[in-house]
């Protein structure tokens, strides 16, 4: 015990309270150069704050036109900095959205089967065949069919018959060909 008149005299000072991290939020960091390519695959971004977890999807497949995408980027929050984002996670998902370009087909040639269904009349068929140097002109004759290979008009463009006559029709067999009957 110490006597009010004593010589010696105690400093106290009220030790401030401790202070508080913020919570972790997706704001709290930059997340960049998330990129996706044509065909799905999708390279990792980079984080400011936090370390980068995983991202969801991992992939995608591929369009045939330029799509936007969304990306769930799974990130761990810094203990130095933050608190954890909930009570129950140390981790955040954060959407970044990034457009995948179109997987651009390459044309190729084509093959078509040609019918008049016509019982009386001929029809005319018009195209550039296969080896691309050659226009032909062909009139089919009533209720017959021929098949024939089309040149693509350019490297992304497939190429296509015009068929004249009242009841002609044509229909792409989706395959390629390589020679044709007319020319």
Do not use: W
Request: proline share 5%.
């Amino acid at each position: 015990m110490i006597k009010a008149r004593s010589p010696f005299f105690i400093e106290h000072e009220e030790t401030a309270a401790p202070a508080v991290l913020p919570r972790f939020t997706c704001e709290d960091t930059v997340i960049s150069g998330l990129t996706i390519a044509a065909n799905g695959t999708i390279t990792n971004p980079t984080v400011t704050v936090g370390t980068l977890h995983s991202l969801e999807p991992s992939s995608f497949g591929t369009v045939s036109v330029d799509t936007v995408r969304n990306v769930q980027v799974l990130i761990t929050y810094n203990a130095t900095t933050h608190r954890p984002p909930s009570d129950t996670s140390n981790e955040i998902y954060c959407v970044v959205q990034a457009t995948q370009p179109a997987t651009v087909a390459a044309a190729h040639q084509k093959n078509y089967r040609v019918t008049n269904h016509s019982t009386t009349e001929t029809a005319l068929i018009s195209y550039i065949a296969f080896d691309g140097g050659q226009e032909i002109t062909h009139y089919l004759a009533a209720s017959s069919t021929v098949d024939i290979c089309v040149a693509p008009v350019d490297s992304t463009t497939f190429g296509f018959p015009t068929v004249v006559g009242a009841d002609a029709t044509y229909f792409d067999l989706v395959q390629g060909c390589t020679t044709d009957t007319l020319s």
